[in-house]
T-cell receptor, first 110, second 115 residues
């Protein structure tokens, strides 16, 4: 089967840097994705890693280590609007579906 | 280009009634996914289609749930009869094949309340 673990909550202050970790277990691996969801909104795709290393998209970066079954999302120069839930999702096995983690609620404080 | 469109946005119904949720995927996308989100169970995949064909419905909770995709631009998720435990936000998402399967585009969701 497939499973993911991520912290339930993270708190940080405006302007700071925060890292949200995700560990996964899957048979086969076809990439780790990150999604953002604001309260009352829909999940929105942020980034995707298929290979080891860091992917950077503006203030957001995502890292993957396949040997450790581990990845993280790095948010820099935090803004109040970054307060949201962040989900990691893995596509693994002989499947075209994403399995989502339980989400990390990020609270950015002034 | 319009994103994924879902209707209705909110639905309040009484236990035992039939509920039909609708989704229009992004034009050109060949995968369509139905998800359910609750506080207790998180974001769960119910069923997905590829080129209008249901591929995996292992997430459909029971026979009360059914989904169809009669053409590339329309899909429905039906619950009959509905129960209070079906109350959740239902999302439809679409994407393209290949490496883009990890990048799904979600609709705004339908918030269903069954009384």
């Amino acid at each position: 089967g497939q499973s993911l673990e991520q912290p339930s909550e993270v708190t940080a202050v405006e302007g700071a840097i925060v890292q949200i970790n995700c560990t996964y277990q899957t048979s086969g691996f076809y990439g780790l994705s990150w999604y953002q969801q604001h309260d009352g909104g829909a999940p929105t795709f942020l980034s995707y890693n298929a290979l080891d290393g860091l992917e950077e998209t503006g203030r957001f970066s995502s890292f993957l280590s396949r040997s450790d079954s581990y990845g993280y999302l790095l948010l820099q120069e935090l803004q109040m609007k970054d307060s949201a839930s962040y989900f990691c999702a893995v596509r693994g096995g002989a499947t075209n579906k994403l399995i989502f983690g339980t989400g990390t609620l990020l609270a950015v404080q002034p | 280009d319009a994103g994924v469109i879902q209707s209705p946005r909110h639905e309040v119904t009484e236990m035992g009634q039939e509920v039909t949720l609708r989704c229009k995927p992004i034009s050109g996308h060949d995968y369509l996914f139905w998800y359910r989100q609750t506080m207790m169970r998180g974001l769960e995949l119910l069923i997905y289609f590829n080129n209008n064909v249901p591929i995996d419905d292992s997430g459909m909770p029971e026979d009360r749930f059914s989904a169809k995709m009669p053409n590339a631009s329309f899909s429905t998720l039906k619950i009959q009869p509905s129960e209070p435990r079906d109350s959740a936000v239902y999302f439809c998402a679409s994407t393209l094949a290949g490496g883009r399967l990890n990048e799904q585009f979600f609709g705004p969701g339908t918030r269903l309340t069954v009384l």
